[in-house]
């Protein structure tokens, strides 16, 4: 057996095959529909994933106003900002979020799956929510995808 013929092939932003994505969120639990986008954006689920290169797909989810959480997330849960001003922590519950912004649940959620380096901004740019079920990029000709088939 040649075992100089066998070369790990590593991909590279030439060799990529970049893919556009649609994910309806409609009663799909936030943290599992997150830790897939995540998954996706990435690359883990391409037979050609390199950790140091975006090798992931391009992903669309619609309809984030349609999140659903468990359990008493909903009223239970808080969500941490400060404003930079003494005694400025603010508190908010996703029921005000989703209220106000939904986009902002789902983003936040998929964000805080990717890793904490230069990489994840660049991955973060492929990310694309919605809230209704209509999105402006029908020209990239996007496959609907069904969560469950992921591996």
Request: proline share 5%; glycine share 6%; hydrophobic share 35%.
């Amino acid at each position: 057996m040649d075992t100089l013929s066998f070369k790990t092939v590593s991909a590279n932003k030439a060799t990529v095959n970049k893919e556009w994505v649609v994910i309806d969120a409609t009663d799909q639990v936030l943290g599992r529909l997150a830790s897939q986008v995540a998954k996706i954006l990435r690359g883990k689920h391409k037979p050609s994933y390199t950790p140091h290169v975006d090798c992931g797909d391009n992903v669309i989810v619609i309809n984030a106003e349609k999140v659903r959480l468990t359990g008493r997330k909903l009223t239970n849960k808080q969500y941490v900002h400060h404003t930079g001003n003494p005694g400025g922590q603010r508190l908010t519950t996703p029921k005000e979020v989703l209220q106000r912004k939904p986009i902002w649940v789902v983003e936040h959620a998929v964000k805080g799956m990717l890793p904490k380096n230069r990489l994840a901004s660049e991955l973060f740019r492929n990310l694309f929510v919605y809230e209704g079920s209509e999105h402006p990029h029908e020209a990239q000709k996007p496959k609907q995808l069904e969560l469950k088939n992921i591996k």
